[in-house]
């Protein structure tokens, strides 16, 4: 009788351990979901002594994966990232819409707004990756539109001089000197007007195929206008049956007589 009492007993037992251990779990997670929110309060989102909502959540996640606050937590965290990236992309402060660019690639790396903003601010080579004599300044990017609209200007007249009025002047070409500042996904947002759909699909390299300009080729310019949230001017040159987008600093306008391929 003794016996089937304690065979009995032992096994009431092990049916309480479950729950015992299932509702500490659930104690822990909720203890710890609080400590999260404290951290996201403070704006301690991904850096912050005493820890950090984004590891906060992540720990969260690894005891529940499915956890609707933790994920919640780690979409409000993208969510101030990409606001405040997009806040100071509108105000033209760079280095800050890169560290929030930073942040919110370890939160997301697959976030749609930071791809929009990485195509829309960087070129191939991003600035922080060139060397002094490769990252133009402001000056010299100022000396670089003065020589490139003094060469167009010299050549329009020379060309008024000589040509007959009836036909047009020759295509204005130039020269590749940076592929550093080439704009590959800039045909994937709305930052420039392009002047077909078809230069737009063939203006990037998503429609470049096999294809990627180097330094020293040189194209027809078809077009120039200003870049829609910074002071340099992009220029839409003609190569082969695509299109290249480039800043205005890597590129040198031929003149008449320059040789071209």
């Known amino acids: 009788m003794f016996r089937y009492f304690l065979h009995y007993t032992l096994i009431f ?21 609080r400590q999260c929110e404290k951290h996201l309060q403070a704006n301690r989102l991904t850096s912050g002594k005493g820890g950090t909502a984004f590891d906060c959540y992540q720990e ?34 760079k280095n800050k819409v890169k560290r929030y660019l930073e942040s919110l690639r370890k939160v997301n790396p697959k976030s749609a707004k930071l791809a929009e903003l990485e195509a829309q601010i960087s070129p191939t080579r991003s600035t922080s990756s060139a060397t002094p004599s490769q990252t ?41 000197t940076d592929v550093g500042q080439i704009y590959e996904l800039i045909n994937t947002t709305d930052c420039l007007i392009w ?19 180097k330094n020293g ?3 027809i310019v078809l077009k120039e206008m200003k870049h829609c949230h910074f002071d340099n001017n992009v220029l839409i040159l003609e190569m082969e049956q695509y299109y290249v987008p480039i800043s205005s600093v890597g590129v040198e306008i031929m003149s008449e007589d320059s040789t071209t391929e």
Do not use: C, H
């Not at 402001?138 to 020589?147: F, K």
């Open 13 to 33: 037992f092990m049916a309480l351990i479950p729950i015992q251990a299932m509702g500490t779990s659930s104690s822990e997670i909720a203890q710890l979901l």
């Open 60 to 93: 969260v996640l690894e005891k529940d994966a499915d956890n609707t606050k933790a994920l919640a937590g780690l979409q409000e965290i993208e969510a101030r990232y990409a606001g405040w990236a997009q806040k100071a992309f509108d105000r033209g402060q």
């Open 195 to 213: 002047p077909s759909l078809d230069m737009k699909e063939k203006g990037g390299k998503d429609g470049w195929e096999s294809f990627y300009p």
């Open 136 to 176: 133009p300044s402001p000056s010299d990017s100022s000396d670089a539109t003065s020589q490139a609209s003094s060469s167009e200007q010299s050549s329009s007249e020379q060309v008024d001089s000589q040509a007959p009025s009836s036909e047009p002047p020759p295509p204005k070409k130039a020269k590749i």
């Open 217 to 219: 080729d040189i194209g």
